[in-house]
């Protein structure tokens, strides 16, 4: 089980978290200032809470943490790209240590086994490799269309360039705050489940779905069940409250077959 979560808006406005699991959800807390994992506690409690649903990896955007590498507590192994001087952005990798992930109940994840290939703080890219599998990660936080077409050309092309400078590129694990709207366009990764008019951030990022080989599960109505929306923007005078699909679990396309909502 994973989970793709943006720590700023959790607990406030909006339930930014997706994931492939079941059902259940982390239990937002009392809203409070936006500050990501820099929230004293933050950290402690949003990690239990996904120990106890059983997510074996998360990726997270958006913890405004000046934090960079790996570190390892009890039962979880963290690595972290840094924010920005300003501290806006950073994105963190979380592997469970005591959630088997084999089906025979026997292994579970070890430090070594994630190695950092490439971060920004838009985006941490890994490699984790175990003797069951192998896979890079990509968390990513992309920008959304109001950022114009130039700035986001030029953000994916970096992205493309630090993917491509892999030396020996696996299929890829996406988790990500795509501010990305899909749907109207369909392809073999992007399914017609509740669509939305692509918007010009989400061309950008399904062309990078399309490149590298990643399905969107929960654009496809035999992959995912329930509710698609992700974000719910607050209401304001005369303005209802607007929910939209714009966060991801994106997987190999090669695993369709196996996954499971």
Not at 239 to 252: A, E, H, L, M, Q
Request: proline residues 7%; glycine residues 8%; positive net charge.
């Amino acid at each position: 089980q994973m989970a793709s979560v943006n720590f700023l808006t959790l607990g406030r406005h909006r339930d930014n978290v997706t994931g492939l699991s079941n059902d259940e959800r982390p239990v937002q807390g009392a809203r409070q200032p936006a500050e990501g994992l820099m929230v004293q506690g933050r950290a402690i409690i949003i990690h239990q809470q996904f120990k106890e649903l059983g997510y074996h990896l998360v990726g997270g955007q958006e913890t405004r943490s000046k934090q960079q590498g790996i570190s390892e507590s009890e039962d979880c192994i963290a690595l972290h790209s840094p924010a920005t001087a300003r501290g806006q952005y950073g994105c963190c990798i979380w592997l469970s240590k005591t959630i088997p992930f084999d089906q025979q109940g026997r292994q579970c994840f070890e430090k070594h086994h994630i190695t950092a290939l490439a971060w920004r703080p838009r985006y941490l890219l890994a490699n984790i490799t175990t003797p069951s599998f192998t896979v890079d990660v990509l968390v990513l936080h992309a920008p959304h269309s109001g950022w114009g077409r130039e700035y986001l050309k030029e953000f994916w092309q970096g992205l493309h360039g630090a993917l491509d400078a892999r030396n020996r590129p696996k299929s890829l694990l996406l988790l990500a705050d795509a501010n990305a709207k899909l749907g109207s366009m369909l392809s073999p990764v992007v399914g017609p489940l509740d669509p939305e008019v692509q918007c010009l951030a989400g061309s950008f990022f399904h062309q990078f779905l399309i490149e590298y080989d990643v399905l969107l599960p929960s654009t496809f109505a035999d992959l995912h069940t329930g509710p698609t929306k992700t974000w719910t923007a607050p209401p304001r005078e005369g303005v209802p409250s607007i929910c939209r699909r714009i966060d991801y679990v994106g997987v190999p396309r090669e695993w369709r077959p196996a996954v499971r909502n």
